[in-house]
T-cell receptor, first 115, second 111 residues
Framework: GAVVSQHPSRVICKSGTSVKIECRSL??????MFWYRQFPKKSLMLMAT?????????EQGVEKDKFLINHASLTLSTLTVTSAHPEDSSFYIC???????????FGEGSRLTVL | TQLLEQSPQFLSIQEGENLTVYCNSS?????LQWYRQEPGEGPVLLVT?????EVKKLKRLTFQFGDARKDSSLHITAAQPGDTGLYLC???????????FGTGTSLTVIP
């Protein structure tokens, strides 16, 4: 099956710093990538939908200036958490789909801890 | 309020028992998927249903998509400890290429 890779898998940073998380589709061109946030034992909350070469579409309540999403190529999308605070600590997961197949391929997730 | 509501939220059963998880919405979906997730990992796709009324079987798991394409269910027969995990339904709306996840069902199967 298709492979989506996230990096880093774990990151710890100080409050006020920015953190970038990468999401790569390794063996296919992802027309659309999605970014989710997940709290412990909770479901995935869609943050934004990212299409290659265009601005991301953010869900209501998600600060676009706080969570910068860039989808510069068909194989890479990045999420940058700017000026991170402890409340931004969470598990962030990306997924990708291609050719409107209706199937999502997930990355392994990135656990962010802000001290 | 989430687009897809799952019930129950938590379920703890003995090995060998049967269970059903429900995924309900007031919205219509072009397709609906079920995932299983283990702690610290990304969700793993179990099945995709695309036709209203569709029933799919995957060994001990039976998935059903409602006729109106607004709801789905997952039935597990003779649950095993290896079935323990967070079960998530997810759907994409006809109105856009966006996938939304259900509220999740945490299943624990006790040996």
């Amino acid at each position: 099956g298709a492979v989506v890779s996230q990096h880093p898998s774990r990151v710890i940073c100080k409050s006020g710093t920015s953190v970038k998380i990468e999401c790569r589709s390794l063996d296919f061109q992802a027309t659309t990538m999605f970014w989710y946030r997940q709290f412990p034992k909770k479901s995935l909350m869609l943050m934004a939908t990212s299409n290659e070469g265009s601005k991301a579409t953010y869900e209501q309540g998600v600060e676009k200036d706080k969570f910068l999403i860039n989808h510069a190529s068909l194989t890479l999308s990045t999420l940058t958490v700017t000026s991170a605070h402890p409340e931004d600590s969470s598990f962030y997961i990306c997924s990708a789909t291609f050719a409107n197949t209706g199937e999502l391929f997930f990355g392994e997730g990135s656990r962010l801890t802000v001290l | 309020t989430q687009l897809l509501e799952q019930s129950p939220q938590f379920l703890s059963i003995q090995e060998g028992e049967n269970l059903t998880v429900y995924c309900n919405s007031s919205s219509v979906f072009s397709s609906l998927q079920w995932y299983r997730q283990e702690p610290g990992e990304g969700p793993v796709l179990l099945v995709t249903v695309v036709t209203g009324g569709e029933v799919k079987k995957l060994k001990r798991l039976t998935f059903q998509f409602g006729d109106a394409r607004k709801d789905s269910s997952l039935h597990i027969t003779a649950a095993q400890p290896g079935d323990t995990g967070l079960y998530l339904c997810a759907g994409d709306l006809y109105t856009g290429n966006q996938f939304y996840f259900g509220t999740g069902t945490s299943l624990t199967v006790i040996p």
